[in-house]
């Protein structure tokens, strides 16, 4: 085979003599947290209601004190109902799918109808001439894909290759949309067609036809996913990533093989799910003498800012981005996307505003997927459980896009002194994969956890009594879990559980279990600004955006505990731009990042509202509080006073402060420019039942029961529908959603809601959830995330419970008939 | 989608009539629930020029049953009626059962059995603009692709299956139907010689004309004793196109039947009588062993393609419980 030389490869990889390449090192090392003024705080930490001890940490002047446990709380860990709800349900939420601006014109997309091509030359005359068109853009770049590391290779090309079938070449702005259309159609693209590849073990082959010219770099986006820079690449496989998150490998594992009583060596596969959202992707884009003005279904609003200023060269100053509501995200939507790109430069050629919003189809097939994989999984262990060496060698594609690694869990989950991990990314001809509910992870566990059951089966071990074994980090993830399966075990009715293949007719039911780890991530640059208006109204803002988890419902509790008001009392705002830098809705990290700010920002109102109307009282401001919506001394019950009366009487215009989510107390394990990344993860367990009928093939979920930890919960309703949905669209991986692509012509065949099966009501589980409260003594509201933890344990849970249902494993998702019945076979 | 017009019949005669001015280029079409036509037009597989609305024409939608003539359902009788009727429910169980599980409740709610028997197949290559415009040889297309959910029989000259669950049902309760041609020629075709194997090229997978409307859909009246049962096995119960489904129509003689129908639903180009297994049934009683002989015959003289094996194991399931289905019924 050609090796493709590696030629401008400027980021610091090396060549060791034995032609190994070597990646750099993961992020960076963070600097000591919050430099500048401090105080020794005593807070609370630990899980509530099971032990509470109290720790030191250096905490920044400016912030208030330490909140207590939920119990004592008024607004913030109350089941709180989305304060939007009914704007929701009633159809009044504006979507960006619902933007209709004066004079907007319709945009439409013109794709690739072959996998692999060169475009020769493309001809818009017919389409400019169209009645009702005002303006025809083709693309002379392409995002969302990864990049030749050395572009010369494909330097003489006027038009982006084509890799995928239904990639946007061209775009059309019209009158209507029926228009538009019409005058898509009539745009000639010529072809010179390339050789294509859409498996991924075809694409593995070293004659495989190339998908990329040469080696190729995928930068992540805000929400995960891309690939480490600098790696390998041969053929159309790059790698390996050895180094996950900048984790691992350690040891030697080929001695921990050697010295382990039990190997356990398999294989799993995996496919690839499409992100499906209820709203698809989409974008009006209004571009004006005086700025840009973008409308976006998007997780990140600063993203999408960012790279329109970047490529249309405006200051950031000019661009303002509107998402009053985004119609579901789960990692694929970041940045302006080509349709993005399209709906910009129509707009600015046709000088009105145009709007650019994916149909269903688009949406399967360039909106961007979780890859699919093989993992080659070996484990070493002794006969008490302890894991001695973890091996595992990964391949997955993300069609056109890097990015298909298994996760970090291989070397962070388990105690194992032997880890080494080859993570390979492997090029098809197929739309890109994007970050996508806990990117990698989701995999990984399935593979995981799925042999730490068969070592526990091997050793005549109970497979929560191994975790309790191996699962000892002593990172608050690590305490999170190992609580979690006590108490879990108990509600499940663990000890129940019967040995695998108990039932002697065809249908077989059994129960399962499996752990969730992920990130606790945070938001560097996040703000938050509270203002207390004269008439005592009071309001919050956040250039957030609410991708559906409650995002305006939180900011409100927080800051109404500040001032003892109930959450509906407060005007929340997130969806611009403008308002203070908010958090990527992405990583499982809004509730982690904004909650402090917003609480920093209001505490610094209520100290400065006390001020004012310590004279209005005639006391100090130190004894002015705030409570039940009311002003009062303390501890003079007779001096309360409405606060919207109290404020009137302070006599202001208006009081406004911005405070920003420091770092936390104990600082990060690695930062990135816009993230913090610290040692302690998430954890999270479920439990799942299942009855398999052998006959047939179908799997039926019938009972999952979901114990998890996200810090503080702000608000136990919101965090319990987030786990429902996470249950709920792991059941669906498990068992029904995959890709399924025509080899021969490189299109996706079920690019609809109709043959891309997902899960629906009969198919759903009964759910149960238990929600921790633990407090780790972080920031001022101690909240972590729970949206991606909630999706990662689910398959290997249901997996689990197969085993134990049929004394089968099934290693190939997803547990379709044909795959279950070919297991039962095995 | 493109533009076209839109035709409200009042009559037969007139929608005959109107169907009739249907040129290559120029498709006029029929439109009952819209339900198949609508999906078609969106993915750009069907564009015509006209259509004409079925909808208001009077005396299409009645259900009505006489002992010796049998049941008879309008072409535009919905399939939530025929899953509520108690006519149905009670002598044509299987039917109602087939109604009952088509679908979503919003689509059958408009979807028409008319409709249901004459819709396209659901087959993904059929679906998808792109192998339409293509060219190449659609069942080779389908024998190196993605066959997962294709025919396990009579699959060499196409491997498509026909979409209608119903018609399982109605295959096995020996309906006919009646087509109204031009000056109100009327005739009546059982519903195993309507349904032609599906074919990409055709406009359509029956034997009806283009200037035909299907008007009504009649069963024969049930012999005493007949007992039957119906099941659609799909990936999901919420909604969901089948693996396979089966109807089987018993006529018992105490425990003994004296007569068998066991109809197969896409598994075959067009919806498969079991005969050889049908005539294990004749003259014994039904228990556990006889079923599984009559499943094991069902399935024998499978042709499946690379990937749709798993259909033949649990067609014979199918066909098993659905046999024990119907004599406990
Ligand atoms: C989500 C979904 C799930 C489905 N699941 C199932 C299922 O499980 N089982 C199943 O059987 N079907 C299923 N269907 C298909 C659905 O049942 C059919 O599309 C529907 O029954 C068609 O009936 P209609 O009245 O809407 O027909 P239309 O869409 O109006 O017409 C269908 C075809 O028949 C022609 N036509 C209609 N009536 C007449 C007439 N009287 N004379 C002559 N020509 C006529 C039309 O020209 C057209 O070609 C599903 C559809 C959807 C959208």
Known sequence: ?826 | MQSFEWVDAESVEQAVTLLGESKDGRPVVAKAGGMDLLDLMKGGVLSPHRVVNLKGIKGLDGVRFDARQGLELGALVTLSRISREPEVRNRFVALSEAAEHAATPQVRNAATIGGNLLQRPRCWYFRNEHFHQAGGDDLARVRDGQNQYHAIFDNQRTAMVHASTPATALLAYGASVELVGPGGKTRTVPVSELLLPPDMKRPRDTVLAPNELLTRVRIPAPAAGTRAAYHKQGERESYDWPLCDVAVVLQLDGRVVRQAAIAMGWVAPTPRRATEAEKLLVGRPVDEELARQVAKAAVAGATPLSKNAYKVSILETVVRRTVLAAAKA
Not at chain 1, 642 to 664: L, S, T
Not at chain 1, 701 to 717: F, M, S
């Open chain 1, 1 to 826: 085979m050609q090796d493709v030389k590696d030629t401008s490869d400027t980021r610091g990889a090396t060549t060791p003599a034995d032609g190994q390449k070597t990646q750099e090192a993961g992020p960076a090392k963070p600097p000591p947290p919050n430099p500048g003024p401090a105080r020794q705080q005593a807070m609370p930490y630990g899980i509530v209601g099971q032990r509470l001890e109290q720790v030191t940490r250096r905490v920044p002047v400016d912030e208030p004190p330490p909140l207590p446990e939920n119990a004592k709380l008024k607004s913030i860990g109350k089941p709180v109902s989305r304060l939007d709800g009914i704007e929701k349900v009633t159809g009044r939420a504006r979507y960006t799918f619902d933007v209709q601006l004066p004079g907007m014109l319709w945009g439409q997309r013109v794709l690739a109808p072959l996998p692999h091509a060169r475009i020769k030359s493309i001809d818009t005359s017919a389409a400019e001439r169209y009645p009702g068109v005002r303006a025809v853009h083709v693309m002379e770049r392409l995002l969302s894909t990864a990049k030749l590391r050395d572009p010369k290779a494909e330097q003489g090309n006027r038009y982006p290759t084509v890799r995928y079938a239904g990639q946007p070449i061209a775009g059309v702005a019209a009158d209507s949309p029926r228009a538009a259309e019409a005058a898509a159609r009539l745009i000639k693209v010529e072809y010179e067609p390339l050789p294509h590849v859409t498996d991924l073990e075809e694409a593995m082959k070293e004659n495989a036809p190339r998908v990329f010219p040469g080696p190729t770099e995928q930068p992540s986006t805000a929400g995960g996913g891309g690939a480490p820079p600098g790696l390998p690449q041969k053929g159309n496989v790059r790698g390996p990533d050895s180094k996950p998150l900048g984790m691992g490998p350690r040891g030697d594992v080929q001695r921990g093989f050697a010295e382990s009583d039990v190997v356990i060596d398999v294989e799993y596969r995996t496919q690839v799910q499409t992100h499906v959202p209820m709203e698809p992707h989409g974008l009006v884009a209004d571009w004006r003498d005086e700025g840009l003005t973008l409308y976006a279904s998007t997780q990140y609003m600063g993203s999408v800012r960012d790279e329109a200023a970047e490529y249309f060269d405006l200051p950031k100053s000019k661009v303002r981005v509107i998402c009053d509501y985004t119609g579901g995200g789960f990692g694929a939507k970041y940045g302006i996307g080509n349709f993005g790109l399209l709906a910009i430069h129509l707009s600015r050629k046709a000088r009105a505003p145009v709007r650019m919003v994916l149909d269903r189809r688009e949406e399967h097939v360039s909106g961007g997927n979780r890859p699919n994989s093989i993992q080659r999984l070996k484990l070493g262990a002794k006969k008490d459980g302890s894991l001695v060496a973890i091996q595992l060698k990964a391949w997955g594609s993300g069609g056109v896009a890097g990015g298909a690694g298994v996760g970090f869990c291989h070397s962070t989950l388990y105690e194992c002194p032997n880890v080494q991990m080859e993570q390979y990314d492997v090029f098809t001809n197929a739309g890109p994969c994007a970050a996508f509910r806990a990117p990698g992870q989701v995999q990984g566990i399935f593979g995981l956890e799925q042999s730490i059951d068969e070592l526990a089966e091997r050793i005549g071990m109970d497979p929560l009594a191994l975790r309790n074994k191996i699962d000892v980090s002593r990172t608050d993830d690590a305490v999170a879990r190992a609580h979690e399966r006590r108490v879990g075990a108990e509600k499940f009715g663990w000890s129940k559980r019967r040995p695998a293949g108990s039932d002697k007719g065809p249908i077989k039911r059994g129960v399962g279990f499996a752990q969730s780890q992920w990130l606790y991530l945070v938001h560097r640059n996040t703000g938050c600004e509270v203002r207390v208006l004269g008439d005592g109204s009071v309001e919050a803002f956040s250039g957030t955006q609410d991708i559906g988890t409650g995002t305006r419902t939180i900011l409100a509790q927080v800051v109404a505990e500040e001032l003892g008001l109930r959450p509906e009392d407060i005007g929340a705002h997130v969806g611009d731009s403008r308002y203070p830098p908010g958090p990527a809705s992405g990583g499982s990290r809004v509730t982690s990042s904004l909650t402090p700010a917003a609480r920093n920002a209001a505490y610094r109102c209520a100290r400065d509202l006390a001020s004012r109307l310590a004279p209005v009282f005639q006391a100090s401001a130190d004894d002015i509080v705030f409570a039940d919506g009311k002003v009062m001394v303390k501890g003079k019950a007779s001096s309360a006073m409405p606060f919207r009366d109290a404020v009137k009487k302070a006599g202001f215009n208006e009081i406004a402060h911005r405070a920003e989510r420091r770092d936390d107390y104990e600082g990060y394990m690695a930062v990135t420019p816009e993230m913090g990344i610290s040692r302690h993860g998430i954890g999270g367990v479920q439990f799942a039942e299942v009855a398999v009928d052998t006959e047939t093939g179908i799997v039926k979920v019938e009972r999952v029961l979901a114990v998890h930890d996200c810090g503080r919960p702000i608000n136990p309703k919101l965090t319990e529908s987030q786990i429902y949905g996470g249950v709920i669209q792991g059941v669906s991986y498990a068992l029904y959603e995959e890709r399924h692509l025509d080899a021969g012509s490189g299109h996706q065949l079920n690019a609809n809601v109709d043959q891309y099966k997902i899960v629906g009501s009969r198919e759903t589980p009964s759910i149960e959830v238990i929600l921790l409260e633990q407090l780790g003594a972080q920031s001022s509201t101690d909240a972590r995330g729970v949206a991606e933890p909630a999706n990662v344990a689910t398959a290997a849970a249901v997996a689990n419970a197969f085993y134990n249902a049929t004394g089968k494993r099934i290693r190939t998702l997803p547990m379709t008939p044909a795959n279950v019945l070919a297991a039962l076979r095995a």
